[in-house]
């Protein structure tokens, strides 16, 4: 069933895990993620960047995902990804999610300020959690670590900015960059553990977000998720894994065609990444 962000994150920010956010954009990746969520009895995040609503559209992707989310008993929450305006995050609102994030964090502290209180504002009136981004957060989703640059240290949060930007937009979650990548850089990433203590000293007990966890060390996830960090977005392990299932479909010669063929394995795959990281993020049998 879908629910609002607060019911499944309150409970990960006390008992120290963290819930998976995973993209889609489709009926295949939709049901990976969720079914994922079924079969390891975790709250899930199921979001959509504004690219995969423009590909899928907005009320087919919300009919997909609501009507999935009728058929598991984990809560789920339908969550707009790097929305970069306050028309999109209306958009969605009046669409059935249940949670924005308002992306404007290359912006000068003052206007992204402006720019998210406007949305929290419109989102608040309905009961909608929204998420808003202090610092920058590079890289492409979707990209592969080909020596991909690093995030540069101006571009991170700066946690002495934190409590006032909260303070000031209202918001009910904060999206840090402390070294994660958008795309899978193995080796480029490394979580600056001393800009996440400073954020947790700064926001007690304040939900925090990662972007960009693929191409992140296992180890390193568990780590993140045991800190006020409760919400981790994964995107491009799971689009590597689907499609290096239909890639290897093709590899074998079959005697009729038939797509379903083709993306019930990448469908399978997909799945099986996001079971793996609910139980890295420690999410696995959490669902109440
Ligand atoms: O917002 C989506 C995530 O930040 C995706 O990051 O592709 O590196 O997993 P990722
Ligand atoms: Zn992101």
Same mark, same amino acid.
């Given at each position: 069933?879908?629910?609002?962000?607060?019911?499944?994150?309150?409970?990960?920010?006390?008992?120290?895990?963290?819930?998976?956010?995973?993209?889609?954009?489709?009926?295949?990746? $939709?049901?990976?993620?969720?079914?994922?969520?079924?079969?390891?009895? /975790?709250?899930?995040?199921?979001?959509?960047? *504004? /690219?995969?609503?423009?590909?899928?559209?907005?009320?087919?992707?919300?009919?997909?995902?609501?009507?999935?989310?009728?058929?598991?008993?984990?809560?789920?929450?339908?969550?707009?990804?790097?929305?970069? $305006?306050?028309?999109?995050?209306?958009?969605?609102?009046?669409?059935?999610?249940? %949670?924005?994030?308002?992306?404007?964090?290359? *912006?000068?502290?003052?206007?992204?300020?402006?720019?998210?209180?406007?949305?929290?504002?419109?989102?608040?009136? &309905?009961?909608?959690?929204?998420?808003?981004?202090?610092?920058?957060?590079?890289?492409? *989703?979707?990209?592969?670590?080909?020596?991909?640059?690093?995030?540069?240290?101006?571009?991170?949060?700066?946690?002495?900015?934190?409590?006032?930007?909260?303070? #000031?937009?209202?918001?009910?979650?904060?999206?840090? /960059?402390?070294?994660?990548?958008?795309?899978?850089?193995?080796?480029?990433?490394?979580?600056?553990?001393?800009?996440?203590?400073?954020?947790?000293? *700064?926001?007690?007990?304040?939900?925090?977000?990662?972007?960009?966890? %693929?191409?992140?060390?296992?180890?390193?996830?568990?780590?993140?998720?045991?800190?006020?960090?409760?919400?981790?977005?994964?995107?491009?392990?799971? &689009?590597?894994?689907?499609?290096?299932?239909?890639? %290897?479909?093709?590899?074998?010669?079959? #005697?009729?065609?038939?797509? &379903?063929?083709?993306?019930?394995?990448?469908?399978?795959?997909?799945?099986?990444?996001?079971?793996?990281?609910?139980?890295?993020?420690? %999410?696995?049998? &959490?669902?109440?």
């Amino acid at each position: 069933m879908l629910v609002k962000p607060n019911e499944i994150l309150a409970e990960a920010l006390n008992m120290q895990y963290a819930v998976g956010a995973f993209n889609t954009y489709h009926l295949e990746v $939709s049901q990976a993620i969720l079914w994922a969520a079924q079969e390891q009895q /975790s709250p899930v995040i199921i979001q959509t960047s *504004e /690219s995969a609503i423009k590909y899928a559209g907005l009320p087919q992707i919300v009919a997909i995902v609501t009507t999935l989310a009728k058929e598991i008993d984990v809560p789920v929450v339908l969550h707009l990804d790097h929305g970069k $305006s306050l028309e999109q995050a209306k958009a969605c609102i009046e669409a059935g999610y249940t %949670s924005v994030m308002i992306d404007a964090g290359t *912006e000068p502290l003052e206007k992204n300020i402006a720019i998210v209180k406007e949305v929290v504002t419109a989102a608040h009136q &309905r009961g909608v959690w929204v998420e808003a981004e202090l610092g920058a957060i590079l890289g492409v *989703e979707g990209a592969l670590g080909l020596g991909g640059e690093k995030t540069p240290e101006d571009m991170m949060t700066k946690p002495a900015q934190a409590r006032e930007f909260v303070e #000031k937009t209202g918001i009910d979650a904060l999206a840090v /960059s402390v070294g994660t990548i958008h795309g899978a850089f193995s080796g480029q990433e490394y979580i600056r553990w001393q800009i996440l203590e400073e954020l947790e000293k *700064e926001l007690p007990n304040f939900p925090l977000v990662v972007h960009g966890a %693929s191409g992140i060390e296992a180890k390193d996830l568990a780590k993140v998720a045991l800190t006020n960090v409760c919400k981790v977005n994964v995107d491009t392990e799971v &689009r590597i894994a689907f499609e290096a299932a239909v890639k %290897s479909y093709f590899d074998e010669a079959h #005697k009729k065609v038939d797509p &379903r063929a083709i993306l019930r394995p990448a469908r399978d795959a997909a799945q099986a990444v996001v079971a793996e990281k609910m139980k890295i993020f420690g %999410s696995a049998g &959490r669902a109440k």
